[in-house]
Structures are given as C-alpha cells and as structure tokens.
C-alpha cells in the first residue's frame, strides 16, 4: 500500500527564527519548490506557500521580517505511514477548505518533508475504487481557487496602485496554475474510469499547428528555450479530431521537454499522412537535454524517474493524461533516446478525413452574401493578425486599432459593418468601449459590436450583451464560429442583445 511518505518533497526546513529573505533565498535556488516548511527542532510550527509569501515580500524591509510573521501558522498536518486516501477522508470531513494549500509530513512527530494534493494524485489516480473521492477532492478545492481567481481579475479592473497590481498578477498567476492541474487531475481520474470525453470535429491541421505555436511562443522564450513548430502534410488536410484535447497533449510534451532541455532546442512537429481509414497524424516533440544512463525512456510514465526527469507533478500528470488520451483516440505514444543528447516523444493515430467550413464552398461570402469592412480592437498585434486574416478568408476588407480609445474615435467615422472587440485591453477595455459606441449617433453607434474573449461564461457574456454588443465568439476562435457571427450581424443590420456564439 503506498503511503504519504512515499509521495513527499524531503526538501529543507526554515528554523522559527529566521528572516523572511531566508525563504527568498531557498525560492529563488529552487523554481520548482511550492512550500517551506517552519520547524522549532525537529517540531514543525507553519508552512510557507511561495506564491502567498512572493506577493508578500513586494512591501519594503518585508524581508527583514521574521518569517514566523509570514507563515500560516497551522498546517495541516499528515504522517508520513498514512495511506493518501485516509487522510484526504479526513481532511475532508475535518478541514476541506485547507486541501488548497498544502501539507507537512511527519514520521514519529518530527518533520519529514511537505506535499499538496498534486503530489498525492498519482497515488489516488491508480485506484480506481476511489474515483468518486479524487472527483469531490477536486471539486471542492477548485470552487475555492475559482473563486480567488474571479476576485482578483474583477480587482485588477480596477485603479489600484502599481505595487497592487503585481500581487494581483501573482494571485492570479497561481490560481491559473492551480485550476490547471486540478483539471488535469479529473481527466486523468475521467480517464482511468474510461469516461474521458473525446468531441472529434472537422478541423485544419495547419491551423493546429499554428495553435500550438502561438500558445508556445511567448512561454518558450521566458524560459530561455528555442522552439521550433513545424507542420508537414497538404495545407488543406482536415480530419475529425478534438482539437482541445490534442492541444493538451501537444501542451504537456512540449512543457515536458523545455524543463529537460532548460535553454536547449525543442522541435515539435505533427505529420499527416492519407491512409486508407482517413489521415495518420504522427506528433513530435524533441529536446536536446541532457542524456542520462538511468532515464527510462521504455515507460517514463510509471513516475519511477530519475534525477535527470523533471520532478514537477504538474509536468508528470501532464504527460499521464496524455498518454491516456491518445489511448483514448486508438492511438499510442512512446519516449526514445536520441542519438546525441535528449528525447522525442511521440503519438501516433488515425482520423477520419473531414471537409472543414474553410474548405467548403459557403465559408467565403460570395453567391448571395456581401462583403464587410469590419474594425478589429486587440491590443496583442498576434491576435489581430490572426482575426484579420480570417476576415480575408470570409472576403472581409479590415481595418484595426489597439485599445478602446482607438476603437471609439475610428467607429466615429461609420464607415464599419461590424466590430469586433476584444474585451481586456489597457485604457479603455472592450465593455466600456461598447457602451461609448453605443452613445454616438447615426450608423456609427448602431454598429454591430461582436465580443472576442477567452472570458465567455454564461455572466460575462450576459455583461457583453448589456453593454451593447451582439454576440460572443470565444478565444481560441474557431473560424467557423466567427463566420456564423459575422453573418448573424450583417443579417441583423443592428446591435442587438442575441445568441452566444461561442
């Protein structure tokens, strides 16, 4: 039976009396370290979680403190012979809302290391007796994040000062990072049980391809690595396939391999090929990290991995799910060793060929529909290149601004059919830039508005309604959902509260 003890990070402890750089100083050496641990002796008093106390540590002489001002001062608190299961069903029934942050370990009273519930999943994640239990444990902990994480966005809407907004960045930076890995966790429970739920639709492989390198981009070039995409099959290639889920998979290797190769080389392609059940997609993802004689490059996805693998849960429940979804999709995946130093991770499977709304006759409005010219608001440049060139695609002539403001004095003008407005963007967002455009007179301030966000639950889009526009298409866009609001406005003529598109 495995125990806590067998989950747990036996990193260093802080002694009581140390100051609160002593903690900067151990975060700062260990990027991957997500708790300390506060001793008197042997005694474990508190616990510091890093994104709670990195926030803190903003204000100045706060590293002069003493971190027992810092840490949470009671932890909860399991030994290190405990089955996982028997404490998460104590905790829940004793303190639920603590399975949030994390935990210290003991053995016979004295500390032994900490862990939170991402270390512990692997080990509920293999009985699938307990299923029902990983499911509560984590919802009840992802209404909580949730809830912090709304907070925070709704507060940084607000005028505070700049110091403010950078504890909000980090509070809600977690929450993201928390609200990922649970969900990882339910799929990876969803997909022991076999309930994983696989949605295939007709998609563009290029624009997968094009997908994955516009969310890795950015990410890549912080952590110092080069990323290289590349996609080899005919332009036109569509198959049924769940996008979303082949975007997680894509994401879990690629983060996998830029933690190996650090500031390396990651190359991560996806090949097509006809076959004769439809197309054969064959995905890629390789470093150039360091070789090491103990990597078990025949089943990395046992967790059994050595010093050289990278030890973050995330990481390793990222790569768990994705093995168990491309299982799921009738395909296979498998590590190899390179020839000089790293790895390549690979997938394997075959879809059905499918015929995409871009390649059918009726995506592009001729035979009876009418070209727009359309303004597009984005303050990322990325984003407004993407939507224009799907605006071409729709036979749509454009024009674009960055920010609210802009979007206000060139709608002035009235010489636009449709908007199309982002909804964050600095000065003026998406929301007050809609209302604005709803004062001016004429056609200029009856314009349809369509609303472009990665924001589109049923209360925020009720918002974007109110404030005038017509419509929500949801961030990633979907060209076809697009293309449906785009001729819903035109057809309406008008603003008007309508339909969610997203």
Not at 52 to 69: D, K, L, T, V, Y
Not at 99 to 117: C, K, M, N, P, S
Request: with cysteine.
């Amino acid at each position: 039976m495995q125990t806590i003890g067998q989950a747990i990070e036996r990193r260093a402890a802080l002694p009581a009396g140390a100051p609160c750089d002593a903690a900067l100083a151990m975060f700062a050496r260990e990027p991957s370290c997500r708790f300390l641990a506060v001793v008197d002796g042997a005694r474990p008093v508190g616990l510091v979680g890093r994104a709670a106390f990195m926030a803190r540590m903003q204000a100045p002489g706060a590293g002069g403190r003493a971190i027992i001002e810092a840490m949470e001062p009671e932890p909860l608190v399991a030994d290190a012979a405990e089955p996982p299961i028997a404490f998460l069903n104590r905790v829940l029934a004793e303190r639920p809302d603590a399975l949030r942050q994390g935990f210290i370990v003991t053995e016979d009273g004295a500390y032994a290391g900490v862990a939170d519930l991402v270390d512990l999943a692997p080990a509920l994640l293999a009985g699938a007796g307990e299923a029902s239990l990983v499911e509560r444990v984590c919802a009840e902990v992802r209404q909580p994040v949730a809830h912090a994480l709304a907070a925070a966005e709704a507060l940084s809407r607000m005028r505070l000062p700049e110091d403010a907004g950078a504890h909000l960045w980090t509070i809600g930076d977690a929450a993201r990072a928390a609200l990922a890995l649970l969900d990882t966790a339910a799929d990876l429970q969803r997909a022991a049980a076999g309930r994983l739920v696989i949605a295939p639709e007709p998609r563009r492989l290029q624009e997968l391809v094009d997908q994955i390198e516009a969310r890795w981009r950015g990410r890549a070039e912080e952590s110092g690595a080069t990323l290289l995409v590349s996609y080899a099959g005919q332009p036109d290639c569509a198959a049924m396939i769940d996008q979303e889920r082949l975007l997680q998979v894509f994401d879990a290797l690629i983060g996998y391999a830029i933690a190996r190769s650090g500031r390396g080389v990651v190359e991560a392609s996806l090949q097509a090929r006809p076959s004769d059940a439809g197309v054969a997609l064959t995905g890629r993802v390789r470093d150039n990290g360091a070789a090491s004689a103990g990597v078990r490059f025949d089943d990395p996805f046992s967790g059994d991995l050595d010093a050289a693998q990278p030890r973050d849960a995330g990481l390793q429940l990222g790569l768990m799910l994705a093995r168990r979804t491309i299982a799921a999709m009738a395909g296979r995946m498998d590590i190899t060793a390179n020839a000089g130093p790293g790895a390549t991770l690979a997938f394997e499977f075959t879809a059905p060929g499918a015929m995409t709304g871009a390649q059918a006759p009726e995506v592009r409005p001729e035979a009876g529909r009418r070209s727009a010219h359309v303004l597009v608001v984005d303050d990322n440049a990325t984003n407004r290149m993407v939507v224009e060139a799907l605006c071409e695609m729709f036979n749509c002539s454009t024009e674009s601004v960055a920010d609210g403001v802009e979007a206000v004095e060139a709608a002035r003008a009235g010489r636009f059919d449709v908007i199309l407005m982002d909804i964050k963007m600095p000065r003026m967002d998406g929301v007050t830039a809609a209302r604005a455009i709803r004062q001016l007179s004429g056609p200029a301030g009856r314009a349809p508005i369509i609303a472009l966000t990665a924001n589109a639950d049923p209360d925020e889009a009720a918002e974007y309604l109110a404030a005038g526009m017509c419509s929500v298409v949801e961030k990633p866009i979907k060209p076809e959902r697009l293309m449906e609001a785009l001729e819903a406005a035109l057809a309406a003529g008008a603003a008007a509260p309508g339909a969610v598109a997203a």
